[in-house]
């Protein structure tokens, strides 16, 4: 007996619980992708709130450094704005060097240059870059360095010549006994510092002032004498400091002669004035041996014989005395002007022409 079975029927009821199988798979994998992705966006929320709780608990506990961070920022700025200002402010190196390296020609030292690297060099055989050797250069040739590039960087600080007329220039002592070789050329810059400049930029130069402080009376003789219609000088009397009308010449033996004859007219017991008397007497008496004998100020052997107790006991004070019996050797206005006294006895047994003129000329009389 033959039956017949339908396939079709078969396939099609194995197919549909396949596909619910898968159906029910997908549905399953669809949760789980929404757990997951429910976790990952749970994650990220707590790693943010984290974030933010571990970043405001860094932030309250380092507030100094940031602090500190914010002056460091304030300074760069600051620094560099001063850095710009003094760029725009800085002098024109060619103007620099124009005038400094003119001055020197002037002076006779072109041996020496700044070049246009604010280099200063020395020609030789060929340039040599000495800005780091100054140890190398002799005082008086640094003193005229400085003095060149001092006039260079005032120069260059103007933008119109006329302003220099509101500039006022002090020299503190601009020769000293290190410089008596350049002696002349140090003076001659400060005296003709005008006529230079005026020669060097092709316009006209003036300053408002020159104060020029020194003891030296050879630099005070040359100014004097060169700017003698306009030239004051400041001196002190009666403890007070006053301009004065400059003498056109002044001497220091005839400075310290004046001072001997006004103690001796006028002593007084201020310490420091007896102490300075004191000091020019010895000077005095040195000057007269040293033209006395041409070969040694030594005033002792002047002295032999001649009865000038107070003056022979400053020599030997000189000689063997404590060191403030050196500064100070006699104890007494009264003592200092019968010294002066025997001083001036001295230049009138050696001297008698001198005597009379310092007689004449300072109103002394030896008798009184």
């Not at 280099?119 to 340039?127: H, V």
């Not at 119109?160 to 008596?180: A, E, G, M, Q, W």
Request: aromatic share 8%; proline share 2%; net charge neutral.
């Amino acid at each position: 007996m033959k039956q017949s079975i339908s396939i079709i029927t078969e396939l099609e009821t194995l197919q549909k619980s396949h596909i619910d199988i898968i159906n029910n798979n997908n549905q399953i994998i669809a949760q789980i992708m929404d757990e997951i992705a429910t976790i990952s966006s749970r994650r990220k929320m707590l790693n943010k709130k984290l974030a933010g709780h571990f970043a405001k608990k860094m932030w309250l506990e380092y507030s100094s450094i940031r602090e500190k961070i914010n002056e460091m920022n304030n300074l760069i700025e600051e620094n560099n704005n001063l850095i710009n200002k003094l760029e725009k402010e800085s002098p024109p190196q060619d103007t620099v060097n124009t005038i400094f390296n003119s001055l020197l020609s002037y002076i006779g030292l072109e041996e020496y240059f700044i070049d246009s690297n604010k280099k200063l060099n020395l020609r030789l055989d060929k340039n040599y870059d000495i800005s780091s050797e100054g140890r190398r250069i002799s005082s008086a040739q640094r003193k005229i360095l400085s003095l060149c590039y001092f006039f260079a960087e005032i120069i260059s600080e103007v933008d119109t010549i006329s302003k220099l007329r509101h500039y006022i220039l002090i020299f503190d002592d601009p020769v000293d006994s290190s410089d008596y070789i350049y002696f002349h050329s140090i003076t001659s810059v400060i005296e003709k510092s005008e006529q230079i400049l005026t020669r060097i930029l092709e316009k006209e130069v003036k300053f408002g002032q020159f104060f020029v402080l020194t003891h030296n009376s050879i630099l005070y003789n040359r100014l004097s004498c060169k700017w003698s219609n306009k030239c004051k000088s400041i001196k002190k009397e009666n403890g007070v400091t006053v301009f004065c009308k400059a003498e056109k010449m002044i001497n220091n033996y005839n400075e310290y002669i004046k001072a001997i004859c006004k103690y001796y007219r006028n002593p007084v017991s201020q310490k420091s004035r007896m102490i300075y008397i004191g000091n020019i007497i010895r000077r005095v008496l040195e000057i007269l041996a040293s033209f006395d004998s041409l070969e040694t100020n030594n005033f002792e052997n002047m002295l032999d014989g001649m009865g000038k107790t107070r003056l022979a006991l400053l020599a030997n004070h000189l000689s063997h005395d404590s060191f403030s019996k050196v500064l100070d050797p006699f104890s007494s206005p009264d003592e200092i002007r019968k010294a002066c006294q025997e001083l001036l006895e001295v230049i009138q047994d050696r001297h008698p022409n001198q005597f009379n003129t310092i007689k004449s000329k300072f109103e002394i009389d030896l008798s009184s």
